[in-house]
């Protein structure tokens, strides 16, 4: 394929510029040439046809699990990065809980090497906070960042240390880089292996309790506060932390949150039948909290729509309830799911998912992409939102398929993903 192609007809949807209008886009050499009505390309460029389609800047991901290296019978960087193309992703952020931990500057080049030898979606490595992710003492990040690192977490764990966790933060200033942070007070939720309530007591399991979540929340908003940091609070589910977040914001705390589409959708509820599909770490909480995270999202106080796309083994999750792992895989139905029970239902509107799918997390993360201005990178993420389909999971190019969402109509399915101005996957 030659260097051009030329996007033609769609709805150019693109918050960056408050764009929302049928235009061409014409891509050239990996770069957004123009976008503009009824362009006339060179006789060498390529036409996709984008009728009916919605065009908008390359959907990012900056939570995600590849389990690569050490788990690569249940993801791996190659597989990870073709899934999250075919969900409609041009990048996705690998966090780095992996066997053994990406904690130094070879384990963060070995990601980065590996993202390229794809050729599917960008990936983007992040470091850990400390070393081997045990809570003791920092992990080098200066030289993790200069070897590709866009910010560092022990995600998976918490940092229980406050004292290291504020060492983080002062850290990460020279850098310019976020810390991100699984809030979680490991004293409060115990053994716990879903949300602490009326299921959990019918069920007989042992609870957490939103407590867990939101003292940490409100420990590293503090932080925050007292370093001046950058903290992004990863899978938000509890009303008292988006509240938190929210009130830190008018404060002027550097910080940032994410949600997944399973908090934005999904109740404690989903656990009847002790469905370990719907295990997840923190858990599915209450219909009040899932409403609360829902118009944290509406409202900007959660920044960004993040899958925590995290791939088991079939045999692991097909364990007793207290015995599987926690997690969900989200890179091919994440899109389909925002559009059909967010925007489908009025919580937000489309312009409002494609900026906290793409802007947002370009933004907070600093990354190349989430807008389609002219002389900016070719990603570009294109998309049918009509098109309704079944989700089954035998169908997933993830190597995992645990989804509480088998058999869900949906509507939505990426037609197109560009990056670079290379298509990487089309439908």
Sequence with gaps: ????????????????????????????????????ERLTPGDDAHVIDCDRLVVTPGLID??????????????????????????????????????????????????????????AARVYPV???????????LALIGEMVEAGAVAVTDDGS???????????????????????????????????????????TRLGLPGKPNAAEDTHIMRDLLLAELTGGRIHLQHVSTALGVEMIRQAKA??????????????????????????????NPPLRSVADVA???????????????????????DEKEAAFTDAPNGVV???????????????EGVIDLPTLVDRMSCQPARVFGLLGGTLAPGGVADVTVFDPEAEWTVDPKAFRSKSRNTPFGGWTVKGQARCTIVGGRVVFER
Excluded at 70 to 85: F, Q
Excluded at 259 to 264: G, I, Q, R, V
Excluded at 306 to 312: L, M, N, S
């Design 1 to 36: 394929m030659s260097g051009k192609i030329l996007l033609r007809g769609g709805r150019v949807l693109d918050p960056s510029q408050k764009l929302d209008d049928v235009r061409d886009v014409y891509l050239v050499d990996g770069q957004v040439a123009t976008i503009g």
């Design 62 to 119: 900056v939570h995600v699990h590849l389990r690569e290296p050490g788990e690569e019978h249940k993801e791996t960087i190659t597989t990870g990065a073709r899934a999250a193309a075919a969900g409609g992703f041009t990048a996705v952020c690998a966090m780095p809980n992996t066997d053994p931990p990406v904690d130094d500057p070879a384990a963060v080049g070995f990601v980065v090497s590996e993202g390229r030898r794809a050729g």
């Design 127 to 137: 470091g850990c906070i400390s070393v081997g992710r045990r809570g003791e003492r």
């Design 158 to 200: 918490p940092v229980m240390d406050s004292g290291l966790m504020r060492l983080a933060l002062e850290y990460s200033l020279a850098f310019g880089i976020p810390v991100a942070d699984h809030p979680e007070d490991l004293g409060l939720s115990g053994r716990g292996h879903m949300n602490e309530g009326l299921v959990s």
């Design 251 to 280: 404060r002027g705390v550097r910080v940032s949150a994410e949600a997944t589409p399973h908090h934005l959708i999904l109740t404690d509820e989903a656990v009847e039948g002790y469905r370990t599909e719907a295990k997840m």
């Design 292 to 314: 609360a995270v829902r118009a944290g999202l509406a409202d900007g106080t959660l920044d960004v729509v993040a899958t925590d796309h995290a791939p088991h083994h079939y």
């Design 330 to 344: 989200g890179l091919e139905t994440s899109l389909a799911l925002m559009l059909t029970r967010l925007v489908g």
